[in-house]
């Protein structure tokens, strides 16, 4: 190339590793990058081809984690067909995002979401399909991967099509080599500037490319000069066996249609059992020991990342598998091959195209440097092709020309593998896919506290008067979720105990809230995502997020997701927070336990997810979770008041007639209730004190956390063997009736139809307030010894209006 083209490559000292030149054959463009590590039109061991993906990949978690108000949880990665589909999602493993890449195959009954046009290229127009489109619209960095970065002319068209359809704040560009001149970098940060966004740029290796001014017309006269490629010599044609792979039912074979985290675990799960059953093709018999030979496995054009990752498996499953097996795949691009040791494409197979493809059906398609040309070290003993079903048609067996055929004429074996094409059955743009709802219009909060993943259903008939909601649930006619009671108003009197309940324990929260802040830093990293339990765990969330932001300089996400007792937590919100997140960084909070019954429901229901069912609470005097801020049984101010201390928003509703399949559970927003919300008062009275308590709080956090202090943290349970004791001796046939600790005992009094309360004999003013709803309702407390908690109350075991009266004052006593 430096001696009849006048082409050079100029730059870092890693460059001549990574890439080298060739000519393509297109009028656009003279000169091709071939990549000796993205295993396209060079063979190179998996290895190292997935490796230079991955250290990609970390380098932009690096730069994510470097950003104070970034989150490499949130990014999602975009790579370009055919060439970079294998890197891109090598990338995204690294970063350990989501991953789409874009597609030169349209696909039936799914309509693009996007596209975008590459000048440069023998085949120019990109689609983008993804099976969810919810994965284009995060407000997180997008990644964008392709093998090399020459002019950014592809990367901004890119940028401004979804830009203008999901605007965002940062985009990262990623390549193996950046070869841009001073205009083309000049050009990307004007579009940058243009925008008002943050543009990144993480490569490998960076440089130029020398071009003469005619390099169009040398390359021209070279390759007429050159002729045809030589055909491979004639040879008896070689076996032909197939693999039956076991592939996952519903596995996507690539990125296509969108990558998820859990596809990536499955994937990782496959694996070994996969280059097993390759393996047994590769040497019939388990002979690996007797054939040395190498072995190339073959992808398909945009199918490179599947491929690479069997090729992986297969070369630490064979003996000698890490020098033996070699990776690459077949490409559109015209290039120009010269069997010489100075030039990057030594040889070139050409077969007509054998996928149906809409753009040109009478395309060549190539594999370069599979036949061994006039060097016989360099020829593969087995040459093992990976296709999706899609592709494996006549027109890829039969002829002369066919790839398969030409394949056995190059090697003594040829093992094809079919993979099952991925189709979406989700549409590929429902009309209303799930978003996360933020005030002022959903909730009395600001945007930036909280995400409510929820379905508003403000305007929904819901509520049913209590007594009647208790009959319906203990006869088994509905279940709690179904409905909503209507919203207590709490009576002068009352609200004067809220605000004085909250100054005498508002120290004491702010110090629990710090306590379970440090701990959780500590513990889970600055990459924190919380996600509290809708509705009491919300306010709770929103203290953490603001300890985490004063002491800490961190802009942690915040969601509130609903979680049902018997029903589990919503999984639409569950995929929603894995699709935008990583799984291991979100902390599930709420404000306190009772006897354990939501953190076994949420520990059950995260089950086998990635997501970890530590459930973080500011109490926890039923000794059922390991971060906590006390475990003493005191009064959280919040627990006081139904809607009015959480952003006006109802509890959580599901419901099947309101409720489908992918939406979110619902709640209604009671914006009537406005002039008595004391929200910001109940967080903005508890963060005055943060200041005064964080030396406190670090202190606690680091005692937690001391080895020595690992058995104090441990759960022991005796709260549920409390209620199970409880439950017995006053002959209530359902724990779920028993309800313990002041904040459970206080919602009895609002929401259900209370039949008494227990209170530990001496208990304070942290039970003013429940005494006082216990008067209003005609309810006895009962004060007792040797109770874990400060009060437990009653429901009523065997409730029906008939038995209390139409009101629900009046109780029966114990003895009857």
């Known amino acids: 190339m430096a001696e009849r083209a006048g082409v050079a490559l100029t730059g870092s000292e890693r460059l001549p590793e990574l890439v080298g030149l060739a000519l393509r054959e297109n009028r656009k463009r003279a000169h091709l990058l071939v990549s000796t590590v993205l295993g396209k039109h060079v063979p190179q061991h998996p290895a190292v081809v997935h490796g230079a993906g991955l250290e990609l990949g970390r380098r932009v978690r690096d730069l994510l984690a470097s950003l104070p108000e970034e989150s490499a949880d949130r990014a999602v990665v975009l790579g370009y067909a055919e060439t970079a589909t294998g890197l891109g999602h090598s990338v995204a493993d690294g970063l350990d995002a989501p991953y789409l890449h874009s597609t030169r195959r349209p696909v039936p009954g799914l309509t693009p979401v996007g596209g975008f046009e590459e000048e440069h290229s023998h085949a120019t127009s990109h689609l983008l399909l993804p099976a969810d489109p919810g994965l284009l619209a995060g407000d997180g960095p997008l990644v964008l991967v392709d093998d090399e970065f020459s002019t950014g002319t592809t990367v901004l068209n890119t940028i401004r099509e979804l830009h203008a359809n999901h605007p965002r704040e940062h985009y990262v560009v990623v390549a193996l080599v950046d070869l841009r001149g001073p205009a083309d970098r000049r050009r990307l940060a004007d579009t940058a500037a243009e925008l008002g966004v943050r543009l990144d740029l993480v490569a490998l290796a960076d440089g130029g490319v020398e071009l003469p001014a005619d390099v169009l017309d040398r390359a021209e006269r070279l390759i007429a000069e050159a002729g045809p490629a030589p055909e491979p010599p004639a040879a008896p044609a070689a076996p032909l066996l197939r693999a039956d792979l076991d592939w996952p039912a519903g596995l996507p074979d690539g990125g296509r249609h969108g990558f998820t985290r859990e596809h990536r675990a499955r994937l990782e799960a496959a694996l070994p059992g996969l280059a097993e059953q390759l393996a047994a093709a590769v040497d019939p018999g388990g002979s690996a020991d007797d054939d040395r030979s190498r072995v190339l496995v073959l992808g398909f054009e945009e199918l490179m990342y599947a491929p690479l990752r069997l090729a992986g498996a297969l070369a630490e499953r064979l003996p000698g598998g890490t020098d033996r097996v070699h990776y690459s795949t077949t490409t559109r691009s015209p290039v120009l091959a010269v069997d010489d040791p100075g030039y990057a494409i030594r040889t070139r197979l050409a077969f007509p195209a054998h996928d149906d493809p809409a753009d040109d059906s009478s395309r060549e398609r190539y594999a370069y440097n599979v036949a061994p040309g006039a060097d016989p070290a360099r020829r593969f003993g087995t040459v093992v092709l990976v296709v999706d079903d899609t592709a494996d048609t006549p027109a890829l067996h039969e002829g002369e020309r066919a790839l398969l055929g030409q394949l056995r004429r190059v090697t003594d074996r040829v093992v094809l593998a079919v993979l099952p094409s991925h189709r979406p059955t989700a549409p590929a ?236 559970h619902g709640a209604k927003h009671y914006t009537e209730l406005a002039g008595a919300d004391v929200s910001g008062a109940f967080l903005d009275t508890v963060a005055d004190h943060f200041a005064d308590v964080r030396a406190e709080a670090l202190a606690a956090a680091g005692r937690f956390l001391a080895p020595e202090h690992a058995e104090e943290r441990a759960p022991d349970w005796a709260g549920w063997a409390a209620v199970e004791r409880i439950s017995a001796e006053y002959g209530i046939d359902s724990v779920n009736l028993v309800k313990p600790g002041v904040g459970e005992t206080t919602r009895v009094m609002l929401r259900r139809v209370p039949w008494r309360v227990l209170a530990r004999r001496g208990a304070g003013a942290d039970l003013d307030h429940v005494r006082l709803l216990a008067a209003q309702r005609g309810v006895p407390v009962e004060e007792v010894d040797d109770l874990p908690y400060s009060c437990v109350g009653l429901i009523h075991p065997r409730y029906t209006r008939g038995a209390t009266g139409a009101s629900g004052t009046a109780v029966l006593t114990k003895e009857s």
Not at 431 to 441: C, H, N, Q, S, T
Not at 569 to 588: C, E, G, M
Not at 600 to 609: I, M, P, Q, S, V
Not at 617 to 644: E, H, K, M, Q, Y
């Open 429 to 664: 743009t429902p009309a209303a896919p799930a978003r996360p709802l933020y005030g002022p219009e959903f909730s009395s909060y600001r945007a930036d506290e909280v995400a409510w993943l929820l379905k508003d259903l403000t305007g929904v008939d819901l509520e049913a008067p209590t007594e009647e909601r208790e009959e319906a649930v203990q006869s088994g006619g509905a279940h709690y979720a179904e409905s909503l009671p209507v919203e207590y108003q709490p009576s002068p009197e009352y609200q004067e105990l809220f605000h004085q309940a909250l100054r005498v324990s508002a120290r004491r929260i702010a110090l629990a809230v710090g306590t379970v802040a440090e701990t959780l830093l500590r513990e889970r990293g600055p990459g924190l995502v919380l996600a509290s339990l809708a509705r009491a765990g919300t306010p709770v969330g929103i203290l953490i997020r603001r300890w985490l932001a004063a002491g800490h300089g961190l802009d942690a996400p915040h969601y509130a997701v609903s979680i049902v007792r018997g029903r589990g937590i919503d999984p639409v919100a569950l995929r929603y927070l894995d699709a935008h997140h990583r799984a291991a960084d979100v902390v599930f909070v709420d404000g306190w336990t009772g006897k354990g019954a939501i953190t076994r429901e949420l520990a059950e229901a995260l089950a086998g997810t990635g997501f970890d069912p530590d459930l973080a609470v500011l109490a926890d005097p039923g000794r059922c979770v390991r971060t906590f801020g006390t475990r003493d049984d005191f009064l959280i101010p919040s627990a006081c008041l139904n809607s009015t201390v959480s952003g006006l928003v109802s509890r959580t509703v599901l419901r099947s007639d309101l409720i489908g399949p992918d939406d979110f």
